[in-house]
T-cell receptor
Framework: GAVVSQHPSRVICKSGTSVKIECRSL??????MFWYRQFPKQSLMLMAT?????????EQGVEKDKFLINHASLTLSTLTVTSAHPEDSSFYIC???????????FGSGTQLSVL | LAKTTQPISMDSYEGQEVNITCSHN???????ITWYQQFPSQGPRFIIQ???TKVTNEVASLFIPADRKSSTLSLPRVSLSDTAVYYC??????????????FGTGTKLQVIP
């Protein structure tokens, strides 16, 4: 089946720095990718929909200037957490849909810890 | 998007069959029902998808009644490694395009030795 690769799996950074998370579809083209955030013992919360070649669509309450999304190619979307603060510490997950399949494939997630 | 309701948690002994039911009263005609499994600190993994009646794969079965307002995920003879959170999603995923999928609360299954 299709594979979505997400890196890094874990990152620890100081408050005020920016962190970039990559999401790649390894063996298929994904015109749309989704970014989620998950706090401990909670469900996944959709943050934004990343569209190749155009601006991302953000969910209500998600700051677009803080969570920068770039989907420059059909196989890569990046999420940059700018000027990260401790409250941004969370588990971030991306997903993508292979048009040949009828399901979403998820990355393995990135645990962000901001000190 | 259809809202889903699942039990928050379930316990089961090893070797038993586990049935997790999901309610989706306002499911639309084009919506499919998809179940995902998530282990701690990992991304969700696809388990099974269906539209109506019964679907079975090597991992689970999915039962969908005629009115499609609910669905039941059946895991045969669970083992400790099946301890995870199970999410029921409803949406027109196969249609592609820019359909977004939102997650409900999920059901935390704890398998007991």
């Amino acid at each position: 089946g299709a594979v979505v690769s997400q890196h890094p799996s874990r990152v620890i950074c100081k408050s005020g720095t920016s962190v970039k998370i990559e999401c790649r579809s390894l063996d298929f083209q994904a015109t749309t990718m989704f970014w989620y955030r998950q706090f401990p013992k909670q469900s996944l919360m959709l943050m934004a929909t990343s569209n190749e070649g155009s601006k991302a669509t953000y969910e209500q309450g998600v700051e677009k200037d803080k969570f920068l999304i770039n989907h420059a190619s059909l196989t890569l979307s990046t999420l940059t957490v700018t000027s990260a603060h401790p409250e941004d510490s969370s588990f971030y997950i991306c997903s993508a849909r292979d048009r040949g399949e009828e399901k979403l494939f998820f990355g393995s997630g990135t645990q962000l810890s901001v000190l | 998007l259809a809202k889903t309701t699942q039990p928050i948690s379930m316990d089961s002994y090893e070797g038993q069959e586990v049935n997790i039911t999901c309610s989706h009263n306002n499911i639309a005609t084009n919506d499919y029902i998809t179940w995902y499994q998530q282990f701690p600190s990992q991304g969700p993994r696809f388990i099974i998808q269906g539209y109506k009646t019964k679907v079975t794969n090597e991992v689970a079965s999915l039962f969908i009644p005629a009115d499609r307002k609910s669905s039941t995920l059946s895991l045969p003879r669970v083992s400790l490694s099946d301890t995870a959170v199970y999410y029921c999603l409803v949406g027109d995923i196969p249609a592609g395009g820019y359909q977004k999928v939102t997650f409900g609360t999920g059901t935390k299954l704890q398998v007991i030795p």
